[in-house]
């Protein structure tokens, strides 16, 4: 019988570096990964690692729109409403920037609603509240310390209630009243004002408020109202001031005319072929004069009492009283004589005649009153688009006496229009650059989150997709030199072209194999040269097993 040798597996693999000593721990794990199952998954896993990396990364990058939760919430608010959600297990952030709370925007009112629940955030109280709870017996000065808490927290809800304030507070400053009206003191007022991120007050809310505590506290002018914001900017300062108001007022009056000749010209022309400035003078001063006159040769009858008395010269009765007394008279005689130069035509009479009369002397008193704003000048200047065809003075003309027209223009007063044409040159709107455009943002993240699944496919997937089939080249040439030197062994033909051209493993090659390793190899070598069959011997053994 002639000795056969066994033929030693070819190792083609690359000479191994020394493995360091700690790599020992390792050895399951390598040996878990060198099993030909696990080989032959690694790409699968290496595929699935990068989509699952892509997918996370998409994830991360379309994060859910945030909305705050509440606005002005004090820090110690934030911790309780903070832990609130966490226990109802509803997600939150808190803005590194700002401080703002915010939840993901398909659950603000869940979170609102689960909140009121536990009665947060816990607002302020109002002023009932706080006269609800004075004690009974409480003493005058507690009483009114209490209920000026009381109007100072509803007049800082009140406030509340405009957008641009997101918190109010109100300190009320009243003496206490005094028997002598000199020593009274009027009543103060301080007003903190906490505005919304990029919002203002105009000077007419500023003064509205102002009113407001006024006309809330007895005894208290608007005057003695200060407004402040949370920057420590003077608001009331500048509501008050007279040459805001006159700027206000200037700027009202000349919005006004330039609307009118908008109006006015705009359907004439058409929009962009004119432009339109107005400036107003107006007089601030106020000014009264009271006039006092005394009309010439105007007076009035305004009484008149008239006496007169009249006294005759009959001599009085003389004689003793008696008979002869209470006789008639005797005829009396005519004689000749001159009247009395005191009463002419009355011989022997006086009349004395008095009169006294009063009149009144025309007197005329006129009050003239010039309140501020009076508008002084105008000044209009129209610039015309000349366009193609230019127009004719005629035209110019007309709608110069249309300008005048609808300001009012006054020669005496001093007002001018001026009215010019010229070619208008075209300016191009600037838009916002494309990184300010709403789609850029949501793009970036997109190509963000394919640009991170192409890296990790090609830095992850495609090197272990190309070792693994490294891998099962070098198993399978090792494999064929292993099947080779196992056919030389059994007397096959040794030439590994020839078993590749037409030559197959057969069931007698495997049982005739020298040791079970070589027949282990020419099993996976049979099974990979043909699995059904291989599938059909391995049932029938099996059956035969089982019959046996």
Same mark, same amino acid.
């Given at each position: 019988?002639?000795?056969?040798?066994?033929?030693?597996?070819?190792?083609?693999?690359?000479?191994?570096?020394?493995?360091?000593?700690?790599?020992?721990?390792?050895?399951?794990?390598?040996?878990?990964?060198?099993?030909?199952?696990?080989?032959?998954?690694?790409?699968?896993?290496?595929?699935?690692?990068?989509?699952?990396?892509?997918?996370?990364?998409?994830?991360?990058?379309?994060?859910?729109?945030?909305?705050?939760?509440?606005?002005?919430?004090?820090?110690?608010?934030?911790?309780?409403?903070?832990?609130?959600?966490?226990?109802?297990?509803?997600?939150?952030?808190?803005?590194?920037?700002?401080?703002?709370?915010?939840?993901?925007?398909?659950?603000?009112?869940?979170?609102?609603?689960?909140?009121?629940?536990?009665?947060?955030?816990?607002?302020?109280?109002?002023?009932?509240?706080?006269?609800?709870?004075?004690?009974?017996?409480?003493?005058?000065?507690?009483?009114?310390? *209490?209920?000026?808490?009381?109007? %100072?927290? =509803?007049?800082?809800? #009140?406030? &509340?209630? $405009?957008?641009?304030?997101? !918190?109010?507070?109100?300190?009320?400053?009243?003496?206490?009243?005094?028997?002598?009206?000199?020593?009274?003191?009027?009543?103060?007022?301080?007003?903190?004002?906490?505005?919304?991120?990029?919002?203002?007050?105009?000077?007419?809310?500023?003064?509205?408020?102002?009113?407001?505590?006024?006309?809330?506290?007895?005894?208290?002018?608007?005057?003695?109202?200060?407004?402040?914001?949370?920057?420590?900017?003077?608001?009331?300062?500048?509501?008050?001031?007279?040459?805001?108001?006159?700027?206000?007022?200037?700027?009202?009056?000349?919005?006004?005319?330039?609307?009118?000749?908008?109006?006015?010209?705009?359907?004439?022309?058409?929009?962009?072929?004119?432009?339109?400035?107005?400036?107003?003078?107006?007089?601030?001063?106020?000014?009264?004069? *009271?006039?006092?006159?005394?009309? %010439?040769? =105007?007076?009035?009858? #305004?009484? &008149?009492? $008239?006496?007169?008395?009249? !006294?005759?010269?009959?001599?009085?009765?003389?004689?003793?009283?008696?008979?002869?007394?209470?006789?008639?008279?005797?005829?009396?005689?005519?004689?000749?004589?001159?009247?009395?130069?005191?009463?002419?035509?009355?011989?022997?009479?006086?009349?004395?005649?008095?009169?006294?009369?009063?009149?009144?002397?025309?007197?005329?008193?006129?009050?003239?009153?010039?309140?501020?704003?009076?508008?002084?000048?105008?000044?209009?200047?129209?610039?015309?688009?000349?366009?193609?065809?230019?127009?004719?003075?005629?035209?110019?003309?007309?709608?110069?006496?249309?300008?005048?027209?609808?300001?009012?223009?006054?020669?005496?007063?001093?007002?001018?229009?001026?009215?010019?044409?010229?070619?208008?040159?075209?300016?191009?709107?600037?838009?916002?650059?494309?990184?300010?455009?709403?789609?850029?943002?949501?793009?970036?993240?997109?190509?963000?989150? $394919?640009?991170?699944?192409?890296?990790?496919?090609?830095?992850?997937?495609?090197?272990?997709?190309?070792?693994?089939?490294?891998?099962?080249?070098?198993?399978?040439?090792?494999?064929?030199?292993?099947?080779?030197?196992?056919?030389?062994?059994?007397?096959?033909?040794?030439?590994?072209?020839?078993?590749?051209?037409?030559?197959?493993?057969?069931?007698?090659?495997?049982?005739?194999?020298?040791?079970?390793?070589?027949?282990?190899?020419?099993?996976?070598?049979?099974?990979?040269?043909?699995?059904?069959?291989?599938?059909?011997?391995?049932?029938?053994?099996?059956?035969?097993?089982?019959?046996?």
């Amino acid at each position: 019988m002639a000795d056969t040798q066994i033929l030693a597996p070819v190792d083609n693999s690359p000479a191994r570096l020394p493995v360091p000593a700690f790599a020992e721990r390792f050895a399951p794990f390598t040996q878990f990964v060198r099993q030909p199952a696990v080989q032959r998954a690694l790409p699968a896993i290496a595929t699935t690692t990068a989509i699952g990396i892509a997918a996370l990364a998409w994830f991360m990058t379309q994060s859910a729109p945030q909305t705050q939760l509440f606005a002005g919430l004090a820090d110690a608010d934030k911790a309780a409403v903070a832990d609130a959600l966490q226990s109802q297990g509803i997600g939150h952030t808190i803005d590194p920037v700002t401080g703002a709370l915010t939840v993901d925007a398909d659950k603000l009112y869940q979170a609102r609603i689960a909140l009121a629940g536990q009665g947060l955030p816990k607002a302020q109280p109002s002023g009932d509240s706080l006269i609800a709870s004075l004690p009974m017996g409480a003493s005058r000065a507690i009483e009114g310390e *209490t209920l000026r808490a009381a109007r %100072e927290a =509803d007049l800082s809800r #009140t406030i &509340e209630a $405009i957008d641009a304030v997101r !918190s109010a507070r109100i300190h009320i400053a009243a003496a206490e009243p005094s028997l002598f009206v000199r020593d009274d003191k009027p009543a103060t007022a301080s007003v903190m004002l906490t505005l919304q991120n990029g919002r203002s007050l105009s000077d007419g809310q500023v003064q509205a408020i102002r009113f407001l505590v006024a006309s809330s506290v007895p005894g208290m002018s608007a005057d003695h109202v200060s407004v402040i914001d949370q920057r420590g900017a003077l608001l009331s300062d500048s509501a008050t001031s007279g040459d805001m108001q006159a700027f206000q007022l200037q700027t009202q009056m000349e919005d006004r005319f330039r609307r009118a000749l908008d109006t006015l010209l705009g359907p004439m022309l058409g929009a962009g072929n004119y432009t339109v400035e107005v400036h107003a003078d107006v007089d601030m001063s106020e000014s009264q004069a *009271t006039r006092e006159s005394f009309p %010439e040769n =105007d007076r009035a009858l #305004t009484s &008149e009492r $008239i006496t007169k008395s009249v !006294s005759g010269t009959t001599p009085p009765a003389v004689g003793i009283p008696g008979a002869l007394s209470n006789q008639p008279p005797p005829a009396t005689t005519l004689s000749q004589t001159a009247p009395d130069a005191r009463t002419p035509g009355a011989p022997g009479t006086e009349s004395n005649e008095q009169a006294a009369r009063a009149y009144e002397v025309g007197r005329e008193i006129s009050v003239t009153h010039q309140p501020q704003g009076q508008l002084r000048r105008v000044s209009v200047a129209v610039a015309l688009n000349q366009g193609s065809k230019a127009l004719i003075q005629a035209d110019i003309a007309k709608i110069e006496n249309l300008v005048k027209g609808a300001i009012g223009f006054n020669a005496a007063r001093g007002d001018m229009v001026a009215i010019g044409q010229r070619p208008f040159v075209k300016v191009e709107d600037a838009e916002p650059a494309f990184w300010d455009q709403g789609w850029f943002l949501p793009l970036v993240k997109q190509v963000g989150a $394919i640009l991170a699944a192409l890296l990790a496919f090609l830095f992850v997937g495609r090197p272990l997709i190309k070792a693994a089939k490294a891998r099962a080249a070098v198993r399978a040439e090792r494999d064929a030199a292993v099947e080779e030197s196992l056919l030389a062994a059994t007397g096959a033909p040794p030439a590994i072209g020839e078993r590749r051209a037409g030559r197959e493993i057969t069931l007698e090659m495997i049982e005739s194999a020298p040791s079970y390793e070589a027949r282990a190899n020419l099993v996976r070598a049979f099974v990979r040269q043909d699995s059904q069959r291989a599938a059909l011997v391995v049932r029938q053994l099996m059956q035969e097993g089982a019959r046996a």
